[in-house]
């Protein structure tokens, strides 16, 4: 199983980013799967979800209104759509996934599958 996070970059605040993480290994047709962040200095947090048996969840509500979360079953890719970022939105952007997980959960511990990261830098 390898989940493959793309997309993070440089970018002045105002900027969009569009992060992708491709799954290969096992199908995401069915199972949650979700976009954390670590800033600096901080925990590893939970953004957003999406499963096809709730939908999409925003863990995170700085990003409301901001964030789009989406996916494509037959690409097997999950996207994260980031607008008007901010310096804040600063950090290391995972993917995550578990076949186990139906639902989505804002917990790291509840993730088998980790992506290597995307690093997001927003300038001010």
């Known amino acids: 199983v ?6 993070g ?5 105002g900027g969009s980013l569009r992060l992708s993480c491709a799954v ?8 949650a799967i979700g976009w954390f962040r670590r800033a600096p200095g901080k925990e590893r947090e939970g ?9 999409t969840t925003v863990f995170e509500d700085s990003v409301k209104g901001r964030f789009t979360i989406s996916k494509d079953n037959a690409k097997n890719t999950v996207y994260l759509q980031m607008n008007d970022l901010k310096p804040e939105d600063t ?5 995550a996934s578990d076949p186990r997980l139906l639902i989505c959960s804002p917990h790291n511990n ?3 599958y980790w ?3 995307t ?4 300038s001010s």
């Open 110 to 112: 509840e993730y088998l």
């Open 24 to 31: 290969s290994g096992f199908t995401l047709d069915g199972y």
């Open 91 to 95: 950090a290391v952007y995972y993917c």
């Open 47 to 55: 953004v957003s979800c999406i499963s096809d048996s709730d939908g």
């Open 2 to 7: 390898q989940l493959q996070a793309s997309g």
């Open 9 to 13: 970059g440089l970018v002045r605040a």
């Open 119 to 122: 690093l997001v830098t927003v």
């Open 115 to 117: 992506g290597q990261g």
